[in-house]
């Protein structure tokens, strides 16, 4: 019997139009573009106005709306969609919902997926599982975010770092040995106390106190959350190489978190990759959380060759982090 792997056969992508750049930051916060520049890597990233739409939904309709023109996909064969956020539309009712409806996908079951910025990733093993079961042929997975609903834009740590945007990407079954190889992720609880947000959960309730004390925008530890993200991408990119007996020459391109530049490369040259092997485009987005991983793919993707070997990584808050090896299917 002919193994069926879990493969990407599709991508979509969508950033909003408002380009907020370093210039602008530095007339809202006490920074300035080379601080930025030389301690993150990014110049600008996008953030979704009200005029635009609402909420992550927006983000994820317009991504998935992409995918489904370019590949001409018909939302009614659709399985599963599913959206990796931290940011939902609402904390009850699931935002994965809502788009799986918007797009027309009324014959799939839906939901949200949150791991912090390891989401998408922790996506992708849940997608291929479905797909590798038998059980569904078309599983739309989502990351999208706007994190801009949960910056304070007066604090210089975090809102030089985050933008808004989302990507998509269409999982299914393959016989050809492509697409999902191998993946490890972890999680460690006791990393929440370093990067999350207090307020807007069962813990603490959203109240008048709550929001004057600004308990419902993101908060980290920089110092604390880049010591763990360095060695933590690094770490795992590496194992799966090893695993899987990959050297630097195996490995087509890196897919990592944008989180900030130095990270990256501290996880490239662990991995002992060249630069033109690693996917990046935190320059002009900053990190998009949930949507980092599938906006490379949409704007790398016709570098992308069929049987290329992707090795993606990503580090989040929670703390959550993990490395997945696939083989590119198209």
């Known amino acids: 019997m002919t193994k069926i792997t879990a493969a990407i056969t599709a991508v979509g992508g969508y950033v909003p139009q408002f380009v907020l750049t370093n210039k602008m930051l530095e007339e809202m916060v006490d920074t300035n573009d080379e601080w930025i520049t030389t301690r993150t890597g990014i110049k600008e990233r996008r953030v979704l106005k009200k005029e635009e739409g609402e909420g992550s939904?927006?983000?994820?309709?317009?991504?998935?709306?992409?995918?489904?023109?370019?590949?001409?996909?018909?939302?009614?064969?659709?399985?599963?969609?599913?959206?990796?956020?931290?940011?939902?539309?609402?904390?009850?009712?699931?935002?994965?919902?809502?788009?799986?409806?918007?797009?027309?996908?009324?014959?799939?079951?839906?939901?949200?997926?949150?791991?912090?910025?390891?989401?998408?990733?922790?996506g992708m093993s849940t997608a291929a599982s479905y797909i590798e079961s038998g059980r569904y042929k078309k599983v739309l997975l989502i990351g999208a975010d706007k994190m801009s609903s949960i910056i304070d834009y007066t604090d210089r740590t975090t809102?030089?770092?985050?933008?808004?945007?989302?990507?998509?990407?269409?999982?299914?079954?393959?016989?050809?040995?492509?697409?999902?190889?191998?993946?490890?992720?972890?999680?460690?609880?006791?990393?929440?106390?370093?990067?999350?947000?207090?307020?807007?959960?069962?813990?603490?309730?959203?109240?008048?106190?709550?929001?004057?004390?600004?308990?419902?925008?993101?908060?980290?530890?920089?110092?604390?959350?880049?010591?763990?993200?360095?060695?933590n991408m690094a770490d795992v990119a590496e194992r799966i190489m090893k695993r899987n007996n990959l050297s630097d020459t195996d490995v087509s391109w890196l897919v990592p978190h944008q989180a900030n530049k130095r990270i990256i490369d501290a996880t490239a040259n662990r991995m002992g990759l060249d630069q033109s092997k690693v996917l990046m485009n935190i320059q002009r987005y900053g990190n998009t959380t949930s949507a980092t991983l599938p906006l490379l793919l949409s704007d790398y993707e016709d570098k992308l060759k069929k049987g290329d070997n992707l090795v993606f990584a990503a580090f989040g808050g929670g703390f959550t982090w993990g490395s997945i090896y696939l083989k590119w299917a198209y």
């Open 159 to 231: 809102c030089i770092i985050f933008g808004d945007g989302a990507g998509a990407v269409l999982f299914e079954p393959n016989t050809e040995g492509l697409g999902l190889q191998d993946e490890y992720l972890r999680a460690d609880g006791g990393g929440r106390q370093f990067l999350g947000m207090e307020g807007g959960g069962s813990l603490m309730p959203a109240t008048e106190q709550t929001v004057k004390d600004k308990k419902h925008f993101i908060f980290q530890d920089g110092k604390t959350v880049f010591k763990f993200a360095v060695s």
């Open 57 to 122: 939904s927006y983000l994820a309709i317009q991504a998935a709306k992409q995918l489904m023109e370019k590949r001409n996909l018909d939302p009614l064969e659709i399985d599963l969609v599913i959206v990796a956020t931290a940011t939902p539309d609402s904390m009850v009712a699931s935002t994965a919902a809502f788009v799986a409806s918007q797009i027309g996908a009324v014959n799939a079951f839906a939901y949200d997926l949150l791991a912090a910025c390891s989401s998408f990733l922790f």
